[in-house]
């Protein structure tokens, strides 16, 4: 069993910055590709961007490249979500996700294990 714990996420201005931190347990962690997706009020929950287990591949969608950036720190098993330049359509719940592939996916139900999300608001 693999379990992930989200943490990081608060109320900040538009044009700041928060770092989100996913902390996975249970398994060999490098041997999982952690994706990060967000949920925003009143709509589906959607890919923001992954890294492979090995940490030498990311993929970001559109609207958060150059804004946003996946690392991972394998002593700490865990995998960071890095925000700047937040902008106010960023609010929403961020979930990070595993899977046990080396092949980037940008649907829930290619993901195997799940936290329970971290709040992120972006105020104007």
């Known amino acids: 069993q693999v379990q992930l714990a989200e943490s990081g996420g608060g109320l900040v201005q538009a044009g700041g910055s928060l770092r989100l931190s996913c902390a996975v347990s249970?398994?060999?962690?490098?041997?999982?590709?952690i994706g990060w997706f967000r949920q925003a009020p009143g709509k589906e929950r959607d890919f923001v961007g992954g890294i492979n287990g090995s940490g030498g591949n990311t993929y970001y969608v559109d609207s958060v490249k150059g804004r946003f950036t996946i690392s991972r720190d394998d002593a700490k098993n865990t995998v960071y979500l890095q925000m700047n330049r937040l902008k106010t359509e960023d609010t929403a719940i961020y979930y990070c996700a595993a899977r046990a592939s080396l092949y980037f996916k940008t649907q829930e139900y290619e993901y195997d294990y799940w936290g329970q999300g971290t709040q992120v608001t972006v105020s104007s």
């Open positions: 249970g398994r060999t962690f490098r041997s999982f590709l």
